[in-house]
């Protein structure tokens, strides 16, 4: 899984492509919460996501309980429509800011 | 039916994926079947790793096996580890919000939602945990 980080301003945008599983969601973990030292607005671009795990959803969580601990925002945006489905069943569209692809 | 056994190591992942994959489209399963399958044998697959007490060196069995009317497929891990259900955690309350969500026991409620049947026994000193999908 790759992450292209995008600084602009306040806002950091990350890129990933391929796989969040149980072997890359640490990498995206450490991406998420390192872009909240700089950003107040921290936006995830699913465009190129293929698949997202539970392990993957944790890194998701912990994003948005550091963006409220930081009173900053997350965003999750070119999310498919599988995905949204999965993020609905956890229960993560009331919690997570989502914009579907 | 088709079975592939791994080392009980994590890096194993993406081999076990492949098989998953390979057996589910050449069954015509559709994508959105695929993805939550993909997620429910990662997460049993992870946690016997992590749980089950298998030393690396041993191996997990996974047995795919499709049925045509009405097409589903089930799948079965073996594994040769301690008595462990990889299935046997509450479900998170998914009613909170994020400050209060915790962290863990999305991926075994992933499974429960998802799968249509689950079934776990341990038998001669084996774990066997079946899981089924209609598609």
Same mark, same amino acid.
């Given at each position: 899984? &790759?992450?292209?980080?995008?600084?602009?301003?306040?806002?950091?945008?990350? %890129?990933f492509? %391929?796989?969040?599983?149980?072997?890359?969601?640490?990498?995206?973990?450490?991406?998420i919460?390192?872009?909240?030292?700089?950003?107040?607005?921290?936006?995830?671009?699913? +465009?190129?996501?293929?698949?997202?795990?539970?392990?993957?959803?944790?890194?998701?969580?912990?994003?948005?309980?550091?963006?409220?601990?930081?009173?900053?925002?997350?965003?999750?945006?070119?999310?498919?429509?599988?995905?949204?489905?999965?993020?609905?069943?956890? %229960?993560?569209?009331?919690?997570?800011?989502?914009?579907?692809? | 039916?088709?079975?592939?056994?791994?080392?009980?190591?994590?890096? &194993?992942?993406?081999?076990?994926?492949?098989?998953?994959?390979? &057996?589910?489209?050449?069954?015509?399963?559709?994508?959105?079947?695929?993805?939550?399958? &993909?997620? +429910?044998?990662?997460?049993?697959?992870?946690?016997?790793?992590?749980?089950?007490?298998?030393?690396?060196g041993?191996?997990?069995?996974?047995?795919?096996?499709?049925?045509?009317?009405?097409?589903?497929?089930?799948?079965?891990?073996?594994?040769? %580890?301690?008595?462990?259900?990889?299935?046997?955690?509450?479900?998170?309350?998914?009613?909170?919000?994020?400050?209060?969500?915790?962290?863990?026991?999305?991926?075994?409620?992933?499974?429960?939602?998802?799968?249509?049947d689950?079934?776990?026994?341990?038998?001669?000193?084996?774990?066997?945990?079946?899981?089924?999908?209609?598609?």
């Open positions: 899984m &790759e992450v292209n980080v995008v600084s602009d301003g306040t806002r950091v945008t990350l %890129g492509t %391929g796989r969040i599983d149980t072997n890359t969601s640490s990498k995206a973990q450490t991406e919460v390192a872009a909240f030292q700089t950003a107040k607005e921290v936006v995830l671009d699913f +465009a190129n996501v293929s698949y997202i795990s539970s392990a993957g959803l944790r890194a998701l969580l912990i994003g948005q309980k550091t963006a409220a601990s930081k009173q900053a925002s997350m965003k999750v945006i070119n999310v498919n429509s599988m995905i949204v489905s999965l993020l609905d069943s956890v %229960g993560f569209s009331q919690i997570l800011t989502i914009e579907k692809s | 039916m088709a079975t592939l056994q791994v080392f009980a190591k994590k890096d &194993e992942l993406n081999r076990v994926m492949r098989f998953i994959d390979c &057996e589910l489209l050449s069954h015509d399963c559709p994508l959105n079947v695929l993805l939550v399958v &993909e997620i +429910a044998v990662e997460e049993i697959f992870v946690n016997i790793v992590s749980y089950s007490g298998c030393p690396p041993e191996t997990v069995s996974i047995d795919c096996a499709f049925n045509e009317e009405p097409k589903r497929i089930t799948l079965t891990f073996c594994d040769g %580890g301690v008595p462990f259900n990889p299935l046997m955690k509450p479900d998170p309350d998914i009613s909170l919000d994020a400050e209060s969500r915790e962290i863990g026991g999305l991926g075994v409620f992933i499974v429960k939602q998802n799968m249509d689950i079934a776990y026994k341990y038998l001669d000193g084996k774990n066997f945990l079946t899981i089924t999908k209609h598609f």
